[in-house]
């Protein structure tokens, strides 16, 4: 298992938390450090059955300098701006050993993850 991690999330946090509670092994990946490849962030989306922009923090202040809320949906454009520009990426994701993903911001994901 896996957890994207974010410290200075509250939501990030409250999901390691409850990884470790749970007693499950995980591995964590600051992902703001440690960015996802194009090719990470298009086998992530296939786990979670999401396209980029569903994943994407809108009202951060790049999102907003790039003009993401009207841009088109080209699926290469989104996955480079991820890829180059961590920060936008929702967080945490959860992915399971058994190939699901999750965004695990309210109980019922991070449950999900957790079963």
Not at 23 to 28: A, D, K, R
Not at 55 to 74: C, Q, S, W, Y
């Amino acid at each position: 298992m896996e957890i994207w991690h974010n410290s200075r999330c509250s939501k990030s946090r409250a999901a390691k938390a409850a990884l470790e509670e749970a007693g499950l092994e995980f591995s964590e990946r600051r992902y703001l450090e440690d960015a996802p490849s194009v090719a990470e962030l298009e086998e992530v989306l296939g786990k979670l059955g999401l396209e980029p922009w569903d994943i994407t923090r809108m009202n951060e202040p790049v999102a907003k300098e790039l003009g993401l809320r009207d841009a088109e949906h080209d699926r290469k454009r989104w996955l480079e701006t991820l890829a180059a520009h961590p920060s936008l990426i929702q967080r945490p994701i959860v992915i399971t050993d058994d190939g699901r993903a999750y965004v695990a911001r309210d109980e019922d994901s991070l449950g999900q993850a957790l079963s």
